[in-house]
């Protein structure tokens, strides 16, 4: 199964991501997370992103889509993927799509997880009071300033693909206001009422 998960930062895209992983038996594949690996072992993609990260810019395109077509050659990305965090522009959304149509692989679905705006702060809050209490370096981005900057970059330039992929019939909205097993249990609903065989998944069940 190859998904996408749109939704704007804090909607809960990394949570669900890694509880449908285990799932059905796909990887996860965080464009947020790679560049934040890449920060910290200081390599020149790394460099690039730093600043514009903290600061809650977008990294440009063509980097992005650099690490995902790497990424998607891995032999784990085989059985299929979750993107989370990635496309992020339209232009990011139609490199995937020639991505995946020279490797003559079809995407299932692109998730939405809508989200109550106002709540995001407050998530972010205590996801960055989670962190701490772990005693894990918090995100140098999780602060009230940045995530306004992020939600901006959000609306103008990562919205416009909900149409995107509307218009290609891919588009499955969740409400991603509610508890995180509803959240996840709707997820696997809509993607079973969408018409994709089970099988096609590779489900495993536990
Ligand atoms: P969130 O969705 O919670 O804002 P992520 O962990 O997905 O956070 O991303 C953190 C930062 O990494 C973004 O604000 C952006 O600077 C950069 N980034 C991640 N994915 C992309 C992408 N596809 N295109 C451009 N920049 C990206």
Redesign the pocket.
């Known amino acids: 199964m190859r998904l996408i998960l749109l939704g ?4 809960g ?2 949570t669900q991501a890694q509880r449908l992983i285990h799932d059905y038996g796909i990887v996860q594949l ?4 790679m ?2 690996a890449a920060v910290a072992d200081g390599t020149p993609v790394g460099l690039k ?1 730093k600043d ?2 903290a600061s ?6 063509d ?2 889509i650099g690490i995902i077509s790497d990424r998607l050659d891995q032999p784990d990305a085989a059985r299929g993927f979750i993107l ?6 339209v232009p ?1 959304a139609e490199a995937l799509d020639q991505l995946l149509d020279s490797k003559k692989l079809n995407l299932d679905a692109a998730i939405e997880l809508r989200v109550d705006e106002r709540a995001l702060l407050q998530r972010v809050e205590t996801r960055v009071a989670e962190m701490k209490a772990r005693g894990e370096q918090v ?1 140098s ?1 999780d602060t009230p300033e940045v995530l306004s900057k ?1 939600l901006t ?2 609306r103008t330039l990562t919205e416009p693909l909900i149409r995107y992929y509307s218009e290609r019939g891919k588009l499955l909205t969740v409400d991603g206001m509610m508890a995180v097993e509803d959240v996840t249990r709707d997820i696997r609903h809509v993607l079973r009422r969408s018409g994709v065989p089970a099988s096609k998944f590779g489900v495993r069940r536990w």
Do not use: C, H, N
């Not at 989370?84 to 522009?89: E, H, L």
């Open positions: 704007p930062p804090g909607a895209k990394g965080s464009t947020g997370d560049l934040r992103a514009i990260m809650g810019g977008l990294v440009p395109d980097v992005v989370d965090g990635f496309p992020r522009t990011q995100r981005d992020r970059s959000y």
